[in-house]
T-cell receptor, first 114, second 110 residues
Framework: EADIYQTPRYLVIGTGKKITLECSQT?????MYWYQQDPGMELHLIHY???????EKGDLSSESTVSRIRTEHFPLTLESARPSHTSQYLC?????????????FGQGTRLTVV | GQNIDQPTEMTATEGAIVQINCTYQ??????LFWYQQHAGEAPTFLSY????GLEEKGRFSSFLSRSKGYSYLLLKELQMKDSASYLC???????????FGGGTRVLVKP
């Protein structure tokens, strides 16, 4: 069973609010990812990190920002939420010491901006 | 960049076999993963291929040809619970970036 946790699971928030989606893993993985996925649609990589103090933008442009101050923690922040940010956000982590180690996913945060 | 293609949908009958193809063009390659995702849930790992050939794991097998940029996932003895999306994902150069294809929605009918 994967030890990667996302909070909150569901969030409904008003336009213009600042929000932070939390992601934590207790497996000591150095690589972490954020994906955005609309219902029934594909996963889009929006941010990734290969270690503390390293973050990179993914394939899909996103107005969100991330930080990686601690190995186990990879929060995603939206400074001013908009209805277009409504989506599911999935966090994942993997271990780079073995290339064949799969990425483990959290349960996701379903965000609705009204 | 990465380009990963797989069919959008497939339908099959319970007990049958289905093969889901995935083609990819990537700037680097450090392995290909298959994930299963049920509606509203997180993806779960099915298989990993980095060398050419077939990897078998119970009812699921995955094949890779690096020279052709091609993989397939084979699901045998289909069960109703296998109705889900199947995601092909490629680990790029330096093993840092895991990119997913659009997923193939498989519907298993009685």
């Amino acid at each position: 069973e994967a030890d990667i946790y996302q909070t909150p699971r569901y969030l409904v928030i008003g336009t213009g609010k600042k929000i932070t989606l939390e992601c934590s893993q207790t497996m000591g993985h150095d690589k972490m990812y954020w994906y955005q996925q609309d219902p029934g649609m594909e996963l889009h990589l929006i941010h990734y990190s290969y270690g503390v103090n390293s973050t990179e933008k993914g394939d899909l442009s996103s107005e969100s920002t991330v930080s990686r101050i601690r190995t186990e923690h990879f929060p995603l922040t939206l400074e001013s939420a908009r209805p277009s940010h409504t989506s599911q956000y999935l966090c994942a982590s993997s271990d780079s010491s073995d290339v064949d180690t799969e990425a483990f996913f959290g349960q996701g945060t379903r965000l609705t901006v009204v | 960049g990465q380009n990963i293609d797989q069919p959008t949908e497939m339908t099959a009958t319970e007990g049958a076999i289905v093969q889901i193809n995935c083609t990819y063009q990537t700037s680097g390659f450090n392995g290909l993963f298959w994930y299963q995702q049920h509606a509203g849930e997180a993806p779960t790992f099915l298989s990993y291929n980095v060398l050419d050939g077939l990897e078998e794991k119970g009812r699921f097998s995955s094949f890779l040809s690096r020279s052709k940029g091609y993989s397939y996932l084979l699901l045998k003895e289909l069960q109703m619970k296998d109705s889900a999306s199947y995601l092909c994902a490629v680990m790029g150069a330096a093993g840092n970036k895991l990119t997913f294809g659009g997923g193939t929605r498989v519907l298993v009918k009685p």
